[in-house]
């Protein structure tokens, strides 16, 4: 019988460190040539279709797989992501991961990733916008790699905003601070999440501080952008985890139809490297979070063999 | 928790009688639309790669999914292919099933709806060539649409051949001969089902009787090939249950590459027109199995439905 998870305890075997590390090695995996990543493949059907984003590492995990989700109702909470491992040399399925867990958690240790490498390294106060799963995720990933003085969560929902608070500083064994408006929330922030569904800008440049860096995890479209363009164009660098994903997203995706933007590098090219960012530069960084394919098969991988 | 089938008993709960009028239902909705099943797509990676079926049927079953296996070693027996479906109004992932039972399945489906459509009525005699999984799900598809005076079995293994023979007579209920040559097996039957791995050709043109009608399950190309190509050339009727697997295929697939055969038809158009074929037409047809996408996910969803 093929192993099968479909319980969300069983997920959590694994610690968002660790998938930091995977991601990590993962993204180091591009440069070297043993990661495969193409850009997402769409079937069209119904009201929406299916995407798949496939992908194998040959190196370290000898493994290829998907991840399957639909996109009839991509932001409804009850629909089920699949995950599917297979060796990659033998071929034999070793395993499947029903939830959607393993997109969530693998995008928010690529956004640690992201933030360990790209922010400054004296980062004191951490800003979240948005109390949904990615938030969560990235909350997590962003305490993973480096510790803060303050944390603070704005979400347009109070009540939901302080609930967030609670139970993350609970989970996490700090201290975080529900606040009033987006405006509080990022104006001293050295690192910014924005993890929302919005398709208007929740947060503007003027509100920045310099030198801060920003995960965009939500919309980053031409028509729909969680953060105002201006922030892009005040930007002395931008980078993503799946330059593939940006090509075939194109002049859809905010950074590419922009004039007056630095280029769009690749995260991973920047890890491996190991990258940092001097002192003296006071642009805003932003890491435009797309989805690195190959990357949920790895934690998929390393989540069923902690069975 | 999503509803997983990985036990091979709980696919038996569908008949080949039913499998059949679901296929015939699927083909008549190429037709008319509903259904979209377009080439396959194959991810590559490590010694070979994940080949993806992919479809959906908006009409009768309003469904999505796809089929997956891998293609580093596709002839494996212990290699487990998946099969996924969505809801295609709601998204819903409705179920898995584990298992490469499916897609032999509904292959021999299809190919019962092609002998009911395609051969001529008068049938008394059946041939077939090979003894594994696809033999007996087409053996069991012919006897869903046809009743035989007798069928014929030949394997290069005789004792192998002998045990299918003994097996499926005891399954199906009824007599199944050993023969001992390929030759002896055709030469007289009305209808031949070829179902081997063999690359180079296991029945000769001059061994077939006039107006015979061939299933060609195994393999297909121009430079692997079960059927002598001169068969071809005699044809008076080519078909295939997949168009656009064809076109994808292009001249490696055998009926593309040859000249001096007919157009290769579309199964679907001959099922929906409800063809049948002229008593004086005593040249051979051919239906080459391809595959249409989607038909596994209306199997498994009528599967996942009897739970």
Redesign the interface.
């Known amino acids: ?2 192993r ?1 998870i ?1 319980d969300e305890q069983d997920f959590h075997r694994i610690s968002m460190s660790e998938a930091v590390d995977l991601m990590r090695d993962a993204l180091i995996s591009v440069v070297s040539g043993t990661l ?1 990543a ?1 850009a997402r ?1 769409t ?8 995407t ?1 984003t ?3 590492e ?1 190196k370290n995990h ?1 493994i ?3 991840r ?1 989700y ?4 991509p932001n ?1 909470t ?3 992501h ?1 995950t ?1 491992v ?1 060796d ?6 070793k395993g ?1 991961i ?1 939830g959607r867990w393993v997109g969530d958690f693998r995008t928010g240790a690529i956004g640690g990733v992201a933030i360990d490498q790209l922010a400054h390294r004296d980062t004191k106060i951490l800003s979240l916008i948005g109390t949904g799963k990615q938030a969560r995720t990235q909350l997590q990933a962003a305490l993973a790699v480096r510790t803060f003085e303050a944390i603070r969560v704005f979400s347009r929902d109070a009540q939901r905003c302080r609930n967030f608070a609670d139970e993350l500083s609970q989970v996490t064994g700090v201290a975080i601070d529900p606040v009033d408006s987006s405006r509080e929330a990022v104006s001293e922030a050295d690192i910014i999440i924005t993890a929302t569904t919005s398709s208007t800008p929740v947060i503007l440049s003027e509100w920045l501080k310099p030198g801060a860096h920003i995960n965009l995890i939500g919309p980053k479209f031409s028509d729909a952008c969680e953060l105002e363009p201006s922030i892009f164009q005040r930007a002395s660098l931008l980078a993503t985890d799946s330059p593939d994903q940006a090509l075939a997203f194109g002049d859809q995706l905010i950074v590419e139809s922009l004039t007056d933007v630095p280029p769009l590098q690749d995260l991973a090219t920047l890890v491996a490297s190991d990258y940092s960012r001097p002192v003296r530069d006071q642009g805003i960084s932003v890491f435009v979070s797309l989805g690195l394919a190959a990357t949920e098969v790895i934690l998929a991988n390393a989540i069923l063999q902690k069975q």
């Open positions: 019988m093929t099968i479909q495969v193409p493949h079937l069209k059907v119904g009201n929406g279709g299916l798949f496939m992908g194998g040959s000898q290829a797989g998907f399957v639909d996109s009839v109702a409804a009850d629909h089920q699949l599917a297979y990659s040399v033998t071929g034999i399925l499947l029903v």
